[in-house]
């Protein structure tokens, strides 16, 4: 009943479920990574205890989003071998040493001053805490760095030659680090996580404004994630657009799926705002779309003509509906954010940003497109890149393990279970961290002085009177 | 070329490898180990001993792996399909015991569902490497750049007795950590379970260290051909010399000794293991020099990890020296 096709489906679809289920994780510490990093200097700087109550409150959360994306980490490195050994074989070397970068300059750095982090307050006083807070948040952007440089090499792979094991052998690492797409994917990427970020603190935010207008925490809390939102979601959409004009140069087919073109227009293609695209008659149903918008978009030129993918052999087509469907989602939640962002600068000008319930609603509804948006995201350019591993040179087909479909069923089907119960149980847990409100004494992780290690605790640690506001900026 | 870069990166992947196994050794057995301790204080310390560095430990499982992809591919992708079930049971291991450092602080109603997690998933981690590595050293079918076997062939009596002596030695390590870490009852029953669990260990690498030179010709060749068997005789009879210096150091209630000896004799079947494999990465059929990255990817690689590695270690070092001492006592300074 499983055949070599099912064997590829399988491990196709376990690696989708693998990667997207840990790229929440790090699309989440990212960001919160930097945020706690700014809630300690602000509490270091100004000696106001409310950061220092944040920065505590912030880290719990950080401990487990952190555990959960480091273990559901360690699958990945391992996954390419297990059920992509033949891409394992022929790209290792040009993927290999961008990923062995990533463990030697990101992994370690955050694992080593992780346990500072978390724990080590009350050992190394504030001011070499800061220090290990700032190695973990600068170890999430470098390892986002070479772990989207080895992706970003798929899509638009340079810098090698084939070798006589028809391998792609470097011939020129510069090229290869600082492939065509790589800087877009970066910026974009990294710009996902801090919105992803400020949606959830901003929802946590709102929710205890909702309950309690008077909040310092809550208040606090819900005004710098605002505040970067209003920033940062009109430069993720520049961002984006940017990436995208870019794939238009090197992966057309991919744009030519995202946006429903089939046929070639030669004097100015449509923007198909909606439909129902159908690729065995190669045609958009019932499309929404404004006249020449897109080649004004994508060409900046009303009359530019675009090729569809009817210029491209149709087994090297993508599928049009999965990455039509994602783009989509994720650019639609996009705006969403931005009408989020603008309204809460309104909100600013009339000095009602803690008032007017009906925003913090929104912001609390917003909460998860963050992560949302960044999967959509994912998929778009993912699958997008099918059907090749390294983009029109090494096809998905021909890149995995010799394996017995059983196995990848039995390991697929293991994967779901426990996924299920670990982070479902995480989420559960971060959420019952969230529902509590910020307060003054906020806890730590760390144990208290007067109290033996988390001695059969309730709570991992009881409040931590050692350092009050004021002592920061001592000396 | 005046150095051969595939004879350095296999020295670098089997120090990354050891380092996993001197670091999360400890904090694999410490999870072995969870059901002898009484809920509670005893508990809590033992968790707290290494919920500060298991993050870095198993970053070198991450670099072992990542290197072997990146340093020697053909073998990474010929070793890890066919490896395929522990490798995976394995990962699945480490996300349940992962997690359970966290979670069961976080959820005090489902403290005893946790506290099983971690032990389930400490021993199946600890089983699947040793099956790994016995499952690698009893050879592996290969046919051109692949894999040719099935998906059960890595199950022999041979790999399970390599299973069964890694959570064994993983429990040695974690039982003498303890030793080291903490005070009083805990200090003791961690001592008592040190003298059985190293004799076990002492035995088993007796029992594996005897099977291993009849799997493959050329382990018999390179352990007792003449004249190199003068120089490979000294590591069975450093062996004996570590697990005297053990047994003698418990019974004068060293604290520190026991753990540091643990790692020698660790070290020593290391060393055992590099006389029976090399030059192959994968027994048999493929040497270090056949599976081996392009030169370009070595030496760019290189050029990170001899500035990288000595800085790594310096901050674990670090990190470790900022959590030590007893645990349990941080409250009292």
């Known amino acids: 009943m499983f055949d070599d096709i099912s064997a590829l489906t399988l491990a196709r679809a376990q690696f989708a479920f693998t990667v997207s289920f840990h790229f929440i994780f790090p699309a989440f510490s990212i960001g919160l990574a930097s945020y706690l990093a700014v809630l300690e200097g602000l509490w270091l700087k100004t000696g106001k205890e409310v950061y220092l109550n944040l920065f505590k409150y912030w880290l719990k959360i950080f401990a487990l989003a952190f555990a959960m994306g480091v273990v559901s980490g360690i699958t990945m490195s391992y996954q390419f071998g297990t059920n992509w050994s033949v891409f394992s074989d022929k790209a290792g070397p040009v993927i290999g040493p961008l990923m062995a970068y990533e463990v030697m300059t990101a992994f370690f750095l955050e694992a080593g001053f992780l346990g500072v982090m978390l724990?080590?307050?009350?050992?190394?006083?504030?001011?070499?805490?800061?220090?290990?807070?700032?190695?973990?948040?600068?170890?999430t952007f470098i390892s986002a760095f070479w772990i989207l440089s080895a992706n970003s090499w798929m899509q638009t792979?340079?810098?090698?030659?084939?070798?006589?094991?028809?391998?792609?052998?470097?011939?020129?690492?510069?090229?290869?680090?600082?492939?065509?797409?790589?800087?877009?994917?970066?910026?974009?990427?990294?710009?996902?996580?801090?919105?992803?970020?400020?949606?959830?603190?901003?929802?946590?935010?709102?929710?205890?404004?909702?309950?309690?207008?008077?909040?310092?925490?809550?208040?606090?809390?819900?005004?710098?994630?605002?505040?970067?939102?209003?920033?940062?979601?009109?430069?993720?959409?520049?961002?984006?657009?940017?990436?995208?004009?870019?794939?238009?140069?090197?992966?057309?087919?991919?744009?030519?799926?995202?946006?429903?073109?089939?046929?070639?227009?030669?004097?100015?293609?449509?923007?198909?705002?909606?439909?129902?695209?159908?690729?065995?008659?190669?045609?958009?149903?019932?499309?929404?779309?404004?006249?020449?918008?897109?080649?004004?978009?994508?060409?900046?030129?009303?009359?530019?003509?675009?090729?569809?993918?009817?210029?491209?052999?149709?087994?090297?087509?993508?599928?049009?509906?999965?990455?039509?469907?994602?783009?989509?989602?994720?650019?639609?939640?996009?705006?969403?954010?931005l009408t989020l962002g603008a309204v809460s600068l309104f909100a600013r000008t009339r000095r009602k940003l803690y008032d007017w319930s009906w925003l913090h609603r929104f912001a609390l509804v917003m909460g998860p497109t963050g992560f949302v948006a960044v999967l959509a995201g994912w998929v778009t350019t993912e699958v997008g890149r099918q059907p090749f591993t390294v983009y029109g040179l090494l096809r998905t087909s021909q890149s995995?393990?010799?394996?017995?479909?059983?196995?990848?069923?039995?390991?697929?089907?293991?994967?779901?279970?426990?996924?299920?119960?670990?982070?479902?149980?995480?989420?559960?847990?971060?959420?019952?961290?969230?529902?509590?409100?910020?307060?003054?004494?906020?806890?730590?992780?760390?144990?208290?002085?007067?109290?033996?290690?988390?001695?059969?605790?309730?709570?991992?640690?009881?409040?931590?009177?050692?350092?009050?506001?004021?002592?920061?900026?001592?000396? | 070329?005046?150095?051969?870069?595939?004879?350095?990166?296999?020295?670098?992947?089997?120090?990354?490898?050891?380092?996993?196994?001197?670091?999360?050794?400890?904090?694999?057995?410490?999870?072995i180990l969870f059901p002898t301790f009484k809920p509670g204080p005893e508990r809590d310390s033992a968790m707290n001993s290494v919920a500060p560095v298991w993050d870095g430990n198993e970053t070198w499982l991450v670099l072992g792996g990542g290197g072997l992809m990146a340093a020697f591919p053909l073998a990474y992708a010929i070793v890890l399909p066919a490896l395929?079930?522990?490798?995976?049971?394995?990962?699945?291991?480490?996300?349940f015991r992962g997690v359970a450092f966290e979670f069961r602080w976080r959820d005090p109603g489902h403290r005893p569902f946790w506290d099983v997690a971690f032990t389930a998933g400490s021993v199946v981690a600890a089983f699947a490497q040793g099956v790994t590595l016995g499952a690698l050293l009893q050879g592996i079918s290969v046919e051109g750049r692949q894999y040719a076997g099935g998906w059960w062939d890595w199950l022999t009596p041979f790999s399970l007795l390599t299973g069964v002596s890694l959570v064994v030695g993983y429990a040695l390590l974690g039982a003498t950590w303890l030793v080291m870490k903490t005070e009083g009852e805990t200090q003791s029953h961690m001592r008592r379970m040190s003298a059985w669990l190293g004799a076990g260990t002492v035995l088993l690498i007796a029992v594996v260290s005897a099977v291993t030179p009849f799997l493959e010709g050329a382990y018999y060749e390179n352990w007792f051909a003449w004249p190199s068997v003068l120089l490979t005789a000294q590591v069975p009879l450093l062996v004996l010399i570590g697990a005297v210096l053990f047994f003698r150091s418990l019974r004068k209630g060293h604290e520190r000794w026991p753990f540091l000896l643990a790692l020698a004799l660790f070290g020593l079947s290391f060393v055992g293991l590099g006389i029976s494999m090399f030059p192959y990465v994968v027994p048999g059929a493929v040497t270090i020099w056949q599976a081996a990255a392009p030169d370009s990817s070595l030496l760019f690689m290189l050029v990170g990890a001899s500035v990288l590695i000595p800085i790594i270690l310096a901050y674990t070092g670090y990190s470790y020296w900022v959590f030590r001492g007893k645990v349990g006592q941080e409250g009292y300074h």
Do not use: C
Request: hydrophobic share 55%; glycine share 10%; no cysteine.
């Open chain 1, 400 to 475: 995995a393990a010799p394996l017995d479909a059983p196995a990848v069923a039995a390991s697929l089907l293991a994967f779901v279970a426990v996924y299920f119960i670990v982070f479902s149980a995480g989420t559960g847990y971060i959420l019952k961290l969230m529902s509590h409100a910020p307060h003054p004494g906020e806890p730590g992780l760390e144990p208290a002085p007067d109290h033996p290690v988390r001695t059969a605790g309730i709570t991992p640690a009881p409040g931590i009177p050692v350092h009050r506001a004021g002592q920061g900026d001592a000396s």
């Open chain 1, 157 to 337: 792979p340079q810098g090698f030659v084939m070798n006589a094991a028809g391998q792609f052998e470097p011939a020129d690492w510069w090229a290869i680090v600082f492939n065509p797409s790589f800087p877009y994917r970066l910026v974009h990427t990294v710009l996902g996580a801090y919105l992803t970020t400020a949606l959830v603190v901003g929802a946590v935010g709102a929710w205890h404004l909702l309950k309690d207008k008077g909040n310092a925490g809550a208040r606090v809390m819900f005004n710098m994630a605002m505040g970067m939102i209003a920033v940062a979601a009109p430069i993720q959409i520049f961002a984006g657009d940017m990436h995208g004009l870019n794939t238009l140069e090197h992966q057309p087919a991919k744009v030519m799926a995202m946006e429903g073109h089939f046929q070639s227009h030669p004097d100015g293609a449509p923007l198909i705002l909606f439909g129902i695209p159908d690729e065995k008659a190669a045609t958009v149903h019932a499309a929404v779309s404004i006249p020449k918008a897109s080649s004004l978009i994508l060409k900046h030129d009303p009359n530019a003509p675009l090729a569809g993918l009817d210029t491209v052999p149709r087994e090297d087509w993508p599928h049009v509906d999965i990455v039509f469907w994602s783009f989509r989602i994720m650019v639609g939640l996009g705006m969403l954010m």
């Open chain 2, 84 to 95: 395929y079930a522990p490798i995976i049971a394995m990962l699945l291991a480490l996300i």
């Open chain 2, 1 to 31: 070329m005046s150095l051969d870069l595939p004879f350095v990166w296999a020295f670098v992947i089997a120090f990354a490898v050891f380092a996993y196994v001197v670091m999360d050794g400890f904090d694999l057995g410490i999870g």
């Open chain 1, 119 to 139: 724990f080590g307050m009350n050992r190394v006083g504030p001011k070499l805490h800061y220090m290990a807070t700032l190695a973990v948040a600068i170890g």
